[in-house]
T-cell receptor
Framework: DAKTTQPPSMDCAEGRAANLPCNHSTISGNEYVYWYRQIHSQGPQYIIHGLKNNETNEMASLIITEDRKSSTLILPHATLRDTAVYYCIVRSNRDDKIIFGKGTRLHILP | EAQVTQNPRYLITVTGKKLTVTCSQNMNHEYMSWYRQDPGLGLRQIYYSMNVEVTDKGDVPEGYKVSRKEKRNFPLILESPSPNQTSLYFC?????????FGPGTRLTVT
């Protein structure tokens, strides 16, 4: 079973920040939080990952709460091309598998 | 350009006719895997390979074979395809938790 809980869908206005939440209350100390997205029928795309500290790259920012039981992926200026299913995944470096749950379907509204 | 390639991208075949879907990566990744994606069921792992000549079953291996004779290639073989193998297939390679997916192969078995 996936170790994360995400809302099934969200809307965001174009140009605004999209904030996608993820709950992972059973996360272990050696487990990382990863985010991927899948644009319709394309292969999933890696976005970002983090352990404890907040992370930022050219695509997004990842905010992890101090107790690490939840996190938020932030797309700072959403565009129509950000419409996709976003997957939050928890795994350790020793895990053989990456388990994808159902994700959040993000709709960017013009 | 770093990438995972799959061929063919689309395939329509008949029950029982052996087929192979090729997968190749140019990132020198040791870990490769195959997934299938079906509506309502999400991404499910078929087989994975930690390195050359090392393969393991994923969650849904029945009806599939793989081989890993070289690091860059990881073909998926359907010896006797059946209609329940109609699906969208993704190959992926990975370093740590950063997984890179191919563009997908849409297979229809009639």
């Amino acid at each position: 079973d996936a170790k994360t809980t995400q809302p099934p869908s969200m809307d965001c206005a174009e140009g605004r920040a999209a904030n996608l939440p993820c709950n992972h209350s059973t996360i272990s100390g050696n487990e990382y939080v990863y985010w991927y997205r899948q644009i319709h029928s394309q292969g999933p795309q890696y976005i970002i990952h983090g352990l404890k500290n907040n992370e930022t790259n050219e695509m997004a920012s990842l905010i992890i709460t101090e107790d690490r039981k939840s996190s938020t992926l932030i797309l700072p200026h959403a565009t129509l091309r950000d419409t996709a299913v976003y997957y939050c995944i928890v795994r350790s470096n020793r895990d053989d598998k990456i388990i994808f749950g159902k994700g959040t379907r993000l709709h960017i509204l013009p | 350009e770093a990438q995972v390639t799959q061929n063919p991208r689309y395939l329509i075949t008949v029950t029982g006719k052996k087929l192979t879907v090729t997968c190749s990566q140019n990132m020198n990744h040791e870990y490769m895997s195959w997934y299938r994606q079906d509506p309502g069921l999400g991404l499910r792992q078929i087989y994975y390979s930690m390195n050359v000549e090392v393969t393991d079953k994923g969650d849904v291996p029945e009806g599939y074979k793989v081989s890993r004779k070289e690091k860059r290639n990881f073909p998926l073989i359907l010896e006797s395809p059946s209609p329940n193998q109609t699906s969208l297939y993704f190959c992926a390679s990975r370093v740590g938790g950063e997984q890179y997916f191919g563009p997908g192969t849409r297979l229809t078995v009639t």
